[in-house]
C-alpha cells in the first residue's frame, strides 16, 4: 500500500509541477506550396498569345537572315562562277561584298539575338505582372507562408499535394479572359 500511495504522491508532484512550468510557446504552422511557372506561361490563354508573339518575332528574324544569307551565297556561286572571266578588280570586288555580306550577317545575328531576348523578357514580364497578384492572392486565402518556383528555386522535391499550379491556371484564365 506503501508502494501505491508514493507512486500517486509521485504522480501528483509531478502533475503539479508541469502545470506551474510555462508552456513553449507553439510555432506557426508552417504553409508551403509550388507553383509550375513553365505550365502557367505555356497553358495560360496569356502566356499562349506572349509565346505567340515571340513565334511571330523570331519567324521574322529567321526569315531576314535567310534573305541575307541567301545574297551573300549568290555573290560566292557568282564569283566561284566567274572567276576565271572576270577582271581582278572585278574579283577584288566580289570579295569585298561578300566578306561585307558576312560582317552584316554576323551583326544580324547579333543584333537578332539580343532584340529576341529583349522582347522575351517584356513579354515575360508583362505575364508576371498580371500573375502576381493571382498568386499572392492564392497564398492569403491558403493561409501559406511560401510559394516556390517549382523548378527554379532549388527545389528537388515537392509532394504533388502543395503544387497549386492548376488553382492558380485556372484563376488567371479566368480573369484574363473577363
Known amino acids: 500500500m506503501r508502494a501505491y500511495v508514493a507512486v500517486v504522491v509521485a504522480a501528483l508532484a509531478a502533475t503539479a509541477w508541469a502545470q506551474q512550468v510555462p508552456k513553449a510557446p507553439e510555432a506557426p504552422k508552417l504553409g508551403f506550396a509550388v507553383i509550375d511557372v ?35 551565297e549568290a555573290l560566292q556561286k557568282q564569283l566561284e562562277a566567274q572567276r576565271v572571266t572576270l577582271a581582278d578588280s572585278k574579283v577584288q570586288d566580289l570579295q569585298k561584298q561578300i566578306e561585307d555580306k558576312g560582317i552584316a550577317l554576323k551583326r544580324f545575328d ?15 514580364d508583362g505575364l508576371e505582372k498580371q500573375i502576381m497578384p493571382i498568386i499572392q492572392e492564392v497564398g492569403r486565402e491558403m493561409k501559406l507562408q511560401m510559394i516556390f518556383n517549382k523548378f527554379q528555386s532549388g527545389l528537388v522535391y515537392a509532394d504533388e499535394a502543395t503544387d497549386i499550379t492548376d488553382l492558380v491556371l485556372r484563376r488567371f484564365n479566368t480573369r484574363v479572359t473577363k
Request: proline share 0%; hydrophobic share 35%; glycine share 4%.
Open 110 to 124: 547579333d543584333d537578332a539575338q539580343q532584340q529576341l531576348q529583349e522582347l522575351q523578357k517584356k513579354e515575360l
Open 38 to 72: 513553365n505550365v502557367l506561361v505555356q497553358d495560360s490563354a496569356a502566356g499562349k498569345e506572349a509565346m505567340g508573339r515571340l513565334k511571330k518575332a523570331q519567324d521574322e528574324k529567321i526569315a531576314q537572315r535567310k534573305k541575307l544569307a541567301d545574297e551573300a
